[in-house]
């Protein structure tokens, strides 16, 4: 019997731990769904905007995203393939949810970049990408889309220098980019790879394998076709980048993947490609230092809340991201932020909404935990030290703003627990205008669609209609210093004193220039843009 030691350190390199980031209509949940399918996880895909079949991605549990098949919340897959035990973080794409999905990325050790072959690279994009950055965690980039027409691929190694300023290195190169896509050359193994059927991608596809040189490929693609990819890849050999390992677990260089998610061709060369470079997890940031993932006592962090993933029991699940140990079910914890000692009795791993009992779990997968409300997203728990507590997620500051009040007054206590749940999940914040009562809340929000999610979710989720009132600010600023009352400040009469779910004192604006009248005629206060547990 091995130990527990040697235990935590083979279950360690099993795990790959990833997001997957790309700008709306990119092909994200398809792809994922394609890897669901490769690792058997699922035995037929089905596209969220499927005209052929009325199936849904199964990453897309949550009903408003079925009807307008986008992703609007991150969701959780785990399934094995090779012996590797993968956990993927699917994103939203559509950038009115990128909160969500900056605090996603918190929990992986490293990214998927997906790019439409067509669009090349895009602002949502732009912006994750950047997160990842800061991050240093290694950047995987797929390239989409390639069974329709496609910009040159040279060209699009160029875009992803240029706007991202990241070199890159192409680890299979595509044959036919004008919607005539054959199959890629992967360079690492010198040889072809032709894609055959596919059944709409709803089934994995065969392939013909075989060298470069082999002369029959010659005579499959054609001398058009062959002599063209011969040129290409000398010229890879001769001015690209080298291949450069340390380069990439760094977030230096990213590794181009060419394939079609919607047909599969490429996908399995890259999943299984992918898993042989992406990095096992990692040491993760504490108060008491860097946290080794093959430590003996269990950490993790809460990095997410979604309630009602059943509506049907109406729960709350705290997502939980293990950093190093071992977990197992009803083992005793030390919940970090309430100084109290938890029993974590109802673990569960998912497969979107399907979700199955967790009896143990290692670092770098993600489990949920049945949460009767004593979560906050950002919470450490920790088995045995009391003190050790993993750096914060910070909260985004919100760009839009209405007052929400429930159209039936005999259902205020319905809106008050609605409201206050997805407050807590990270979907909306929450403000109170001081000096008046809490019938009217106002609710800021990074994008606008989540707006149209609250309206939907509390009507479906909780029972109630609600009314909104549009309001004109567009920031929000935290008051920061000893004894301030916000009521005697010198301010524009545009701006709004509201107080935030925690009692702090928040002020919202119209515009810039408002703010710079406050801080320059208020010397004693410090306004901040991104709240932290100050």
Known sequence: MPDLKETICNEVSRRKTFAIISHPDAGKTTLTEKLLLYGGAIRLAGSVKSRKTNKHAVSDWMEIEKQRGISVT???LQFTYNDYCINILDTPGHQDFSEDTYRTLVAADSAVMLIDGAKGVEAQTIKLFHVCKMRGIPIFTFVNK????????FELMEEIENVLGIRSYPMNWPIGTEGDFKGVYNRKKSQIELFDGGNHGQTTVSSTVGSVNDKIFSELLGEHYYNKLCEEIELLNLAGDEFDKKKIMTGELTPIFFGSAMTNFGVQPFLEEFLNLAPKPGF??????DVDPESEKFTGFIFKIQAN??????????????CSGKFTKGMPVHHVQSKKEIRLAQPTQFMAQERTIVEEAYPGDIIGLFDPGIFNIGDTLSEGNSQLRFDGIPIFPAEHFARVTASDSMKRKQFQKGIMQLSEEGAIQTFKQIDIGIEALIVGAVGALQFEVLEYRLKYEYGVDIKIQHLPFKHARWIVGENIDPRKLNLTSSTMITEDSENRHVLLF??????????????DINLVDIATSF
Do not use: Y
């Open 284 to 289: 993760k940031k504490s108060s008491i230092g």
């Open 510 to 523: 119209e515009n810039e220039w408002s703010i710079r009248w406050a801080e320059e005629r208020n010397k």
């Open 309 to 322: 993933m059943n509506p049907t029991h109406r729960d709350r699940i705290a997502f939980l991201r293990i």
């Open 146 to 153: 390639m069974d329709r027409a496609s910009k040159d691929p």
């Open 74 to 76: 991150s969701s959780v």
